[in-house]
């Protein structure tokens, strides 16, 4: 690690020592009642927190009043800057270069086979081995492989800025994917991975067998429709993400003085839209301590309460693509092999 990244992690943990994780929040909400606005001081800046859905939803929609606002630690730790650095218009551009390859079911049917390659020879490979194993970071080494299937999309972009393809394009261009690539790749290791365990331990087999049992005999491979019927893993999938999302929170910055459901933000005032504190209101979901993937059936999600992806015009655009990713996984898992001990021995079922 190097000491540029060093000095970011510690001015990060200061920044965080300022105070705000879950319970900070939490102990906030239950002094101030549940108005959904809490005004404090983080990362040195005035700022204000808010976990009302509409209000939220209203942030996140305002690309006149509000930019991106990440504290400067953060930008340094994540080096996301080109996307966060530019101008709505550039960020447009940019976005819609980058996203195209992920963003749509369709598309995402491209990557179905790969992807499905790699989970497959990944837990193979992890129940050859005879002795105990850290699931997670064996998983850990999937996930990487799987976020090299982007890697020929990387290439394709960086052919078309060499050849001028997309002149009058910021130089940094060819960064800004590298470091999406880069992005990818972090976003869905560790957390991620251990929370989606947590929902595996309450996921039975048997809709997996379901979903063979309706199948041509002829039919090998995984298709985009199967996964659409993975109705019960979408709920586990979602009730994860609400429950334990590595994305729990993000920034705002007001540009101007304005006025959200009768309050005042300051301009240049730090909005900090929790959305972990919307997932865990009882208001929105019953019993919102417990993981419920039931919770789910038959459910129709109000505006503005379930975030994991964001929302307005920095949605997040790898959100179905994760959501495959995780299924595919989540499918030969439960179908192929059994009993997670602790440490752990991954065994084939059958
Ligand atoms: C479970 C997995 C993931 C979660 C929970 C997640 C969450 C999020 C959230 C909440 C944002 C919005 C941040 C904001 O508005 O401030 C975001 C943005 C973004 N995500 Fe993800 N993400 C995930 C996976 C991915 C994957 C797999 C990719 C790419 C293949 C990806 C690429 C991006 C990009 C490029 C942005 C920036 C979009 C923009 O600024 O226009 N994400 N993500």
Request: proline letters at 4%; glycine letters at 6%.
């Amino acid at each position: 690690m190097g000491w540029p990244l060093i000095g970011n992690l510690l001015a990060f943990i200061k920044d965080f020592s300022s105070g705000q994780p879950d319970s900070f929040i939490n102990n906030l909400i239950l002094k101030n009642g549940r108005n959904g606005i809490y005004k404090t001081h983080l990362f040195g800046n005035p700022s204000i927190i808010i976990c009302e859905p509409e209000m939220c939803r209203q942030v996140l929609s305002d690309d006149e009043n509000f930019k991106f606002g990440y504290p400067k630690s953060i930008k340094e730790l994540t080096k996301c800057r080109p996307m966060i650095d530019v101008s709505n218009s550039e960020h447009r551009r940019f976005r819609r270069l980058i996203t195209a390859p992920i963003v749509g079911q369709n598309t995402l049917g491209v990557y179905m086979e790969r992807i499905e390659d790699i989970v497959i020879n990944s837990l193979e490979e992890m129940s050859s081995i005879k002795h105990p194993i850290e699931l997670f970071k064996e998983m850990k080494k999937s996930r990487k492989k799987i976020s090299k299937i982007l890697q020929p999309i990387v290439e394709e972009r960086k052919m078309m800025i060499k050849n001028g393809e997309h002149a009058g394009e910021r130089k940094d261009l060819m960064d800004i994917i590298l470091e999406i690539k880069d992005e990818n790749g972090r976003k869905l290791e560790d957390e991620d991975i251990s929370d989606l365990l947590v929902g595996l331990l309450f996921a039975g087999h048997e809709k997996q067998e379901e979903i063979l049992r309706n199948r041509q005999t002829s039919q090998k491979r995984l298709s985009l429709n199967e996964v659409k019927q993975m109705v019960y893993l979408s709920h586990v999938i979602n009730e994860v993400l609400r429950c334990a999302n590595i994305a729990f929170s993000t920034f705002r910055e007001a540009t101007s003085d304005i006025n959200i459901n009768g309050y005042l933000i300051p301009k240049g005032w730090r909005v900090l839209i929790w959305m972990r504190a919307i997932h865990m209101d009882s208001i929105y979901y019953p019993n919102a301590e417990e993981f419920n993937p039931s919770g789910w059936d038959d459910c129709t999600v109000k505006a503005g309460t379930f975030l994991p992806f964001g929302a307005g015009s920095r949605l997040c655009p790898g959100g179905d693509l994760a959501k495959l990713e995780i299924s595919v996984f989540l499918h030969y898992f439960l179908l192929n092999y059994r009993d997670i001990y602790e440490p752990l021995i991954l065994t084939r079922r059958y």
